[in-house]
């Protein structure tokens, strides 16, 4: 922090004396024009003035010898009133102006001689005549008017191509064909993008922007958003990291007067209908019901009126979620005494999630002079959860475990006008954060123990064998996987399993813009900027139990931990041990430290020109340089430097109907993706993993014929390890884009939209073995395609006899979108797309939903880890949608308080694959035929609808507000298995199995009706 402090000193003594002009990332918005006669003559040196609720006094600025003026920093709101004044001409008002949050609005002003005032009621044009960019502005207008889970990520869904990311990061939006890895989160100029995992998500009580609290993040609540964009597509140069989308959210500010709420909503199972479930998908987890409510309060207004603003704001969710056992029930794969194998929490209730969340926000506006604007904001959360990592298991101190997570932002930004022609804008901001995950004693000093066979969320059935040689102890059924544990042969598994935290996860960041215009060959709008961002990041992995376990083939200890799955020896076409044992342990064994302290360093510098080549043509030509540093910090950790990140922009804007109102525009970008710190922690840490099978639980009784170390000998790094195949430098990932498209304002607030898009991966990193996993490579597999791998014997040495080639990573993503948009006019505003879309490839980027739980390892998926994995692996990606439409809007009643909105969505259902099982490779799966040809998961739409009444309370109104989520209660299955086909070995034969392929697992979330109250003063 006090190098971040020192960073800022330097840049605010710059920019006090030496003229700097800087804009960092959009926080506001700006307000752009010409002063004209009625001739069409420009008017030089007219005063502009912009005044409204959301501006400490006012904004100013004059217009230039050819009349342009343009009036930065102007923080989206509504309501806002532009004047313009200049000797001899009369005096021109526009009034209720909106100013959405990154638009530059166009306002013309045409004056008369005379020396009155005239008022001019007519609407901004609606169309941003100099954006090239895709995706939608919501203000908080429609955010609170709209039927949405108390959730800010689904905010972002409203946008077009915004879909679900499927198993890999459930409930967050993947945008144009990316994952929901490949998007940056950004909160008032601050980048709150998960460090580790490049996500975005939250918790069981209210998802929000920025980090999951499972992965130590940060939170944003619902209400404390002033307004939200989402850039889906023609993405300026000031924004880089990301090859999806970028989320931007900015926090609420203080007025010149006060203004507040207090607000609860709840919501209970009583008020839900009764979920589909399936008896083949036996997760029971929350089938007893759940309540939350969601209590807060906020208050914005004055310190010195004009000059020093407040804005404050809290929220405390509690959620609580109850799961039953029916008596009876048990494991489907596991059987005890010629039952299935029951829970000890069988026959009664638990409280399997006890939840706590708190979130705060707080902003202090300054008007220091009316060209000096200074923010700080601070925003955070804590979280308290009691979990049950397990309910499968006979021993309940196994199953619990507590969670904990405090993560705190600071953001400081400087708005500086220095002339009409230059403008500066400063972001310092500070994130920091810890996360505590705990066991019960007994349960962290023991290894966990599992049968391999399972159908819950949770995992195998803990328990296994205590008789490990006597034939008539069990049976087997190689047909159904289904194992009997006979005459009591059973000992219940004590550990608690995997767990993390994080021990430190600091960012440091600083963010400048420049702004300079000036006349050419035209009208230049200039603009330039820094961005730095330095990261250090330590979470925890291990697995419970005793740390000193020595590997037999790399005769070092298990200091990371390990757990058990156990089958018996068929299960594997084995014969039995050599004294007898009839079972097989399968030890997944961790060699590395369990903290695992990791650097990361983005630099990015880049440069854009809006140039208006004519008054309705404007040529973009953009540049954006960015390198990255990442390194594992533990002792032999190594590190990447990718450099030489070179991503034009450019695009044109064309006003073909003169008007105004209409918009025809292209765009070519290239974005890099920033790598998360996911690499780092494992591979360039040398993450050391071991799969070794044993003949007894003990794990002394070694099998060496099958085990195998991953990792052993160390990541090698493209470019860096000498004697590697290839030596080219390792390289950024990145993806191209083109759009072209049109926009008409087809009435007054009311624009009608589309374009085309076209997507293309450009280059992906990966870690992938060339010698039959014998070694790993960091590196860019489109570099290797010449390289012949063997493929692996059941003992996973090469087999030479058979020959692989890795391919190209591809992933093209081919849309259609039209859009509608109506801004708050007459009582009702709506917006709404219709995207028509293919996505096609072999790779889908940095997580993969290539199995019902997905993987997300960021550069780091099991995807590429050897070619045999993607035989068949090109054809239509999990997340390609061929129709996707949504609607939503409100409208407020004139002569009663009454508000009605709705929000609609139908989307195509998904590919279906017919995935092999390597059972041999962490259960990580493969294509048995190609890629999306086995049909596809229903087309699924849902209606949610709200009203709210509000009620006048002398100056204050108090709401009583409904909110049903699908409202016809549809309940079409979303999740089907495609689970086609198993390979116990390497190299061995495949099993299909086809008895539960393309069975639905998981349906349409139920009917739910939410109650709501808020006082608003």
Not at 378 to 407: H, M, V
Not at 540 to 564: N, R
Not at 591 to 607: E, H, N, Q, S
Not at 688 to 693: R, T
């Amino acid at each position: 922090m006090k190098r971040l402090l020192a960073w800022g000193a330097l840049w605010m003594l710059a920019l006090t004396f030496g003229g700097l002009v800087c804009r960092a990332q959009t926080t506001e918005g700006a307000i752009q024009g010409r002063v004209t006669d009625p001739k069409g003559e420009p008017i030089a040196g007219a005063a502009v003035q912009v005044s409204g609720p959301s501006v400490q006094g006012f904004l100013g600025t004059a217009t230039d010898l050819k009349g342009n003026y343009i009036v930065p920093f102007v923080p989206a709101g509504r309501s806002y009133e532009v004047k313009v004044t200049a000797e001899g001409y009369n005096t021109v008002i526009r009034r209720d102006i909106t100013v959405p949050l990154g638009a530059m609005v166009q306002l013309p002003f045409v004056m008369s001689s005379g020396g009155s005032q005239i008022v001019v009621t007519s609407a901004a044009p609606i169309v941003n005549l100099k954006s090239t960019s895709t995706g939608a502005t919501l203000s908080n207008q429609m955010i609170e008017a709209i039927p949405l889970a108390r959730d800010s990520n689904q905010i972002a869904f409203l946008a077009p191509s915004a879909v679900n990311s499927g198993s890999s990061t459930p409930g967050m939006v993947s945008i144009g064909g990316s994952p929901g890895a490949e998007n940056q989160y950004m909160v008032n100029g601050m980048n709150v993008t998960n460090t580790d995992l490049g996500t975005a998500a939250g918790t069981t009580v209210s998802r929000s922007i920025g980090n999951a609290t499972d992965v130590n993040g940060t939170m944003l609540n619902f209400d404390f958003i002033q307004d939200l964009q989402v850039l889906t597509g023609g993405i300026p140069p000031e924004y880089g990291g990301a090859m999806g989308g970028v989320v931007n959210a900015i926090t609420r500010s203080g007025g010149n007067e006060f203004h507040g709420s207090l607000y609860s909503y709840y919501w209970n199972s009583s008020l839900q209908a009764k979920g589909i479930t399936y008896p083949y998908n036996q997760n029971l987890t929350g089938n007893a019901g759940y309540t939350r409510y969601d209590v807060g309060t906020d208050l914005g207004g004055y310190i010195i009126k004009d000059k020093l603003w407040f804005y404050a704001g809290y929220d405390y969710n509690r959620f609580r979620e109850y799961t039953s056992l029916p008596a009876g029930s048990g494991d489907p794969y596991l059987y005890l005494n010629g039952k299935p194998a029951q829970s000890v929490f069988a026959g009664s209730e638990i409280t399997d999630n006890n939840q706590i969340n708190q979130q705060y926000a707080l902003k202090i506006t300054w008007n220091v002079n009316p060209n000096q604007k200074l923010a700080l904001s601070f925003f955070g959360n804590q979280n308290r959860e009691n979990l049950y990592s397990n309910l499968n298991t006979l021993n309940a101190s196994s199953a619990t475990y507590q969670l904990k997570d405090e993560p705190n932002n600071f953001s400081m930004q400087w708005n500086s006008t220095w002339s009409p022609s230059f403008f500066t804008e400063a972001v310092l901001s500070y994130h920091n954060s810890h996360q505590w995950q705990t066991f019960p004693s007994s349960a962290s000093q023991n290894w966990a123990y599992s049968y391999i066979n399972s159908s819950a969320s949770y995992g195998g059935f803990r328990a296994y064998p205590s008789n490990q040689t006597d034939p008539a102890g069990y049976t087997y059924d190689p047909a159904t996987g289904i194992t009997d544990l006979l005459n009591g042969n059973y000992t219940p598994s004590l550990g608690g399993g995997g767990y993390g935290g994080v021990v430190k996860d600091k960012s440091e960041q600083l963010n400048l813009k420049s702004s300079n215009l000036f006349t050419f060959h035209g009208q230049h709008e200039l603009s330039y900027g820094f961005q730095w961002d330095k990261r250090d990041y330590t979470p925890i992995f291990g697995l419970t139990g005793p740390t000193d376990f020595i590997s037999p083939i790399l005769h070092q200890p298990a200091i990371g931990g390990l757990q058990v799955q156990w089958a018996p020896a068929a299960y594997y076409g084995l014969p039995a041990g050599p004294n007898g044992q009839q079972y097989i342990y399968l030890a997944s064994d961790y060699f590395t430290p369990m903290a695992r302290p990791t650097t990361m360093k983005d630099t990015a510098l880049w440069i854009n020109d809006n140039w208006s080549l004519t008054q309705y043509f404007t040529l973009k030509i953009g540049l954006r340089y960015s390198q990255q540093y990442l390194a594992g910090d533990l002792a032999g950790g190594e590190s990447i430097n990718l450099k030489g990140n070179y991503a034009p922009r450019v695009g044109f804007t064309w006003d073909l109907a003169h008007n105004g109102k209409s918009k025809f525009f292209g765009f070519f970008g290239r974005y890099y993706q920033r790598v998360p710190a996911d690499l780092a922690v494992r591979s360039l840490n040398n993450e050391k993993s071991g799969l070794e099978y044993f003949y007894n639980p003990n794990l002394t009784s070694f099998i060496p014929g099958i085990s195998v170390i991953l990792g052993g000998q160390g990541e090698e790094i493209q470019g860096q390890t000498p004697g590697l195949p290839v030596s080219t430098p390792l390289e950024a990932p990145y993806s191209d884009e083109y759009i072209l498209g049109y926009e008409y304002q087809v009435a007054p607030n009311f624009k009608l939209g589309s374009r085309l898009i076209y997507r293309s991966l450009g280059r992906a990193i990966e870690d992938f073995s060339f010698d039959g996993a014998q070694t790993y490579i960091i590196g860019n597999p489109d570099k290797w395609t010449g390289i012949p791998v063997p493929g692996l014997n059941p003992d996973f040495t090469p087999n030479w006899k058979q020959i692989y080639f890795f391919p190209k990573p591809t992933r093209r993503y081919k849309a259609v979108e039209i859009t509608a948009d109506k801004r708050m006019s007459n009582h009702w505003q709506m917006g709404g797309s219709y995207v028509l879309s293919r996505l096609e490839g072999n790779y889908e980027g940095e997580s993969s939903n290539d199995t019902l739980s997905g993987q997300l390892d960021p550069s780091n998926n099991a995807v590429y880890d050897l070619p045999q994995m993607l035989v068949n692996g090109n054809g239509l990606l999990p997340l390609d949608r061929t129709h996707v439409v949504k609607a939503y809007g409100s409208y407020l009643f004139e002569n009663i308080p009454l508000e009605l909105s709705a929000n609609f969505q139908l989307q195509s259902g998904t590919p279906i694959s017919k995935y092999l099982i390597f059972d041999w490779y962490a259960s990580m799966a493969g294509l048995y035929a190609p890629r999306g040809t086995a049909g596809r998961t229903p087309t699924t739409w849902t209606l949610d609808m709200a009203a709210q009444y509000n009620f006048r309370l002398w100056k204050s109104n108090l709401g009583l507000r409904l909110d049903v989520f699908n409202v016809t209660n549809e309940n079409k299955p979303v999740v089907l298995n495609e689970e086609y086909a198993h390979q116990p070995n390497a190299g061995g034969p495949v099993f299909l199995e086809t008895g539960l392929f393309k069975k639905p697992w998981i349906a349409q979330s139920p009917r739910l009706v939410r109650l709501g109250l808020r006082w608003m003063f």
